[in-house]
C-alpha cells in the first residue's frame, strides 16, 4: 500500500518562503506530483518530480529525494492568494490505481 | 472553457434517494477518473476508465455505487440508496495517457452532495 504524511497546517508571512514536507512510504512510483486546492475549489496541478532533484516552477519548487522517501513543495516570495491547501501525490507503478494523495497541508499566508 | 465539467454543481437528497453526477472530461484525454473528498482530506480514488473501459475500482466503491463511461467522452457515477455517510464532494479528473500523464490529471470542479 502507499502512505503520505504532510503537515497539517502551516501558517508563514507574506513575502517568506515556505516549505511543506511529504514523506511516504510506498513499494514503487512512478513520480511524485503537488497539487494545490483553494477553498471550494479543484485541486490543481503545481508540479511534478519523476527523479530526484529540484523542479523550479517560477515561485514554486518541489523536490524528490527517493532514498529518503521523501519531497517537499517550496513556496517563495508568499503572497496572500497562495492560501490554500497542497497535496503531494503518487501514482504506483502496481497496479492499475491512479494518483494516491496526502490529506494535504493547509497553508495560511499572513500579514 | 474546454476543461473538466461536472454537474450538478450541488446536490441535497434526502438519505434512500438516488443521485447521479455527470462528468464530460476534456475532449482529447481519455482516462477519467473519479474521486471523493471529504473537509480536511486529500482526494480519494473511487474508479478510473480508459475510454470506455472501467480499469479500477476502489473498495471504497461500495455496492450502491456505479459508474459508466458508455461511449468513452462523458462519464455519470450514481450513488443508490444514499447514506449521510456519502456526503462529499465527487471529483471528475481527466488526462490522456502515456508517459507520465498519468501524473498529472485535470480536475472538475467538484459535485457537492450532502446528504440530509
Known amino acids: 500500500g502507499q502512505s503520505l504524511e504532510q503537515p497539517s497546517e502551516v501558517t508563514a508571512v507574506e513575502g517568506a518562503i515556505v516549505q511543506i514536507n511529504c514523506t511516504y512510504q510506498t513499494s514503487g512510483f512512478y513520480g511524485l506530483s503537488w497539487y494545490q486546492q483553494h477553498d471550494g475549489g479543484a485541486p490543481t496541478f503545481l508540479s511534478y518530480?519523476?527523479?530526484?532533484g529540484l523542479e523550479e516552477t517560477g515561485r514554486f519548487s518541489s523536490f524528490l529525494s527517493r532514498s529518503d522517501s521523501y519531497g517537499y513543495l517550496l513556496l517563495q516570495e508568499l503572497q496572500m492568494k497562495d492560501s490554500a491547501s497542497y497535496f503531494c501525490a503518487v501514482r504506483p507503478i502496481s497496479g492499475n490505481t491512479p494518483l494516491v494523495f496526502g490529506k494535504g497541508t493547509r497553508l495560511s499566508v499572513i500579514a | 472553457d474546454t476543461g473538466v465539467s461536472q454537474d450538478p454543481r450541488h446536490k441535497i437528497t434526502k438519505r434512500g434517494q438516488n443521485v447521479t453526477f455527470r462528468c464530460d472530461p476534456i475532449s482529447e484525454h481519455n482516462r477519467l477518473y473519479w474521486y471523493r473528498q471529504t473537509l480536511g482530506q486529500g482526494p480519494e480514488f473511487l474508479t478510473y476508465f480508459q475510454n470506455e473501459a472501467q480499469l479500477e475500482k476502489s473498495r471504497l466503491l461500495s455496492d450502491r455505487f456505479s459508474a459508466e463511461r458508455p461511449k468513452g467522452s462523458f462519464s455519470t457515477l450514481e450513488i443508490q440508496r444514499t447514506e449521510q455517510g456519502d456526503s462529499a464532494m465527487y471529483l471528475c479528473a481527466s488526462s490522456p495517457t502515456g508517459g507520465h500523464s498519468g501524473n498529472t490529471i485535470y480536475f472538475g470542479e467538484g459535485s457537492w452532495l450532502t446528504v440530509v
Open positions: 518530480n519523476a527523479l530526484d
